[in-house]
């Protein structure tokens, strides 16, 4: 079986590798999709280290919806340094008792940790052949594990049914997701994560009506 952990380390390998490195063939959409997936997957995962920051600093935009705060992660990439990056993550996500956001589906939904969303969430993980890695500390509906899956079934690494991404994306994404990137970019702790809350609220967005269409 998969396991499943935050931040995963295929998730940073897939940052440094263009090519898809599943069998069969992953259309240039889908993978570019996977990409994005991962890449907001690991920086909610943790902090970037200098290695990551100097990778994103070299992403490149463009004037598109997505291309436009994919730059500005790249210029916040830049501007920051790992030191700085890991107070930014700590003040955010982690605290003293509990950072500025929760960054959980169980919260976002229903105002408490460990709520019914997150047994629903464990029940499609175990239905898609997925274990939680024995080290990891966070519940399986923190939006980065979340991130991590939706990359996983879009790139094909996790083997399911053809409507697997959006009936996941639906159930576990689309509720919340868009207003946790909303929050972060008016989060008073967010420098470089508000342009991460930029390209998660658009990524979102399109990814609903894209789905949507599909339906």
């Known amino acids: 079986m998969r396991s499943v952990a935050v931040a995963t380390d295929h998730a940073v390998e897939d940052l440094h590798d263009d090519r898809a490195r599943v069998s069969g063939i992953v259309d240039e959409v889908d993978h570019g999709r996977a990409q994005l997936y991962d ?24 004037d598109s919806p997505l291309g436009q705060p994919l730059a500005a992660v790249a210029r916040a990439s830049r501007e920051v340094t790992a030191e700085a990056l890991a107070r930014e993550y700590h003040d ?12 959980y589906a169980s919260y976002y939904r229903t105002g408490f940790l460990n709520e019914r969303p997150l047994a629903r969430v464990r ?38 049914e053809p409507d697997a991404a959006r009936a996941f994306f639906g159930r576990h994404l689309e509720p919340w997701a868009g207003r ?24 979102v967005e399109i990814e609903t009506q894209a789905f949507a269409m599909d339906a």
Do not use: N, Q, W
């Open 180 to 203: 946790f990137f909303g929050d972060l970019e008016l989060a008073k702790a967010a420098r470089f994560y508000r342009a991460v809350g930029s390209l998660g609220r658009a990524f």
């Open 123 to 160: 029940d499609d993980l175990r239905e898609l052949g997925i274990e939680r890695d024995p080290a990891m500390t966070e519940p399986e509906d923190h939006l980065a594990i979340l991130l991590d899956c939706m990359a996983g079934l879009v790139s094909g690494r996790i083997e399911a």
């Open 92 to 103: 955010l996500f982690i605290g003293v008792g509990r950072g500025e956001l929760l960054p």
């Open 39 to 62: 890449l907001l997957a690991v920086v909610l995962g943790r902090a970037p280290d200098g290695d990551l920051l100097t990778l994103l600093g070299g992403l490149d935009g463009d």
